[in-house]
C-alpha cells in the first residue's frame, strides 16, 4: 500500500483560503513545498528575509512561475535577478526593501507590457543609498525604463 500519492493530493489542496503570507527565514524545502500546493486564494506574498536563505533565488522563479498569476503585491527585499513582473502580470504593488543599496533598474524591465502595476516603492535604509542621496537616485531614475508599465502611476521611495 502506497499513502504518498494520496498524501501529496491532500497536500495541494492545504491552505486553500490562504491569501497572504510573509516568508521569513526558512529552508529552501519549504518554498519547493510551497510551490506544490495549489493555494487558489493567494494574492500577496512577502520575501521579508529572503536575502539570509541559501537558494532564494532558485527556489523563487518556480514559485513565482506557479503562483506569480494570482498575486497582487509583491514584496522583496534583495536585489534580484529574478523576472518578477513577467512572471507575475497581475501585481499592481510591488515593494522592494534593501539596507545596502538602490535598485538596478534592469529589475524592472519585462518583455510585455505590464498594465496592472500602479504602485511601486522602493525603501533603501543605508545612508549612502537613502532618499537624501540625490545623485544616486538620480542615476537610477535616469536608467529606469517604464515604458512597459503604462498603468504605473505612483513610485515611492
Known sequence: M??????????ATCLSNL??????EFHASFLNSMTDLSLPSLKEVNFDHLGY?????????PFLTKHGGKLRTVLLCIDHDVPVFDLCPNITRFEYTDQDKIPNPSRFN?????NALTKVIISCF?????????RGWSQFFDALDLSRFPSLCEIQT
Not at 502506497?2 to 497536500?11: E, F, G, H, N, S
Not at 519585462?110 to 505590464?114: A, G, N, W
Open 19 to 24: 491569501e497572504s503570507i510573509i516568508f521569513g
Open 126 to 134: 543605508n545612508a549612502s543609498d537613502s532618499p537624501s542621496n540625490t
Open 110 to 114: 519585462c518583455k510585455v507590457d505590464h
Open 53 to 61: 536563505v541559501p537558494g532564494r533565488k532558485e527556489n523563487l522563479v
Open 2 to 11: 502506497t499513502i504518498a500519492p494520496r498524501k501529496k493530493d491532500v497536500l
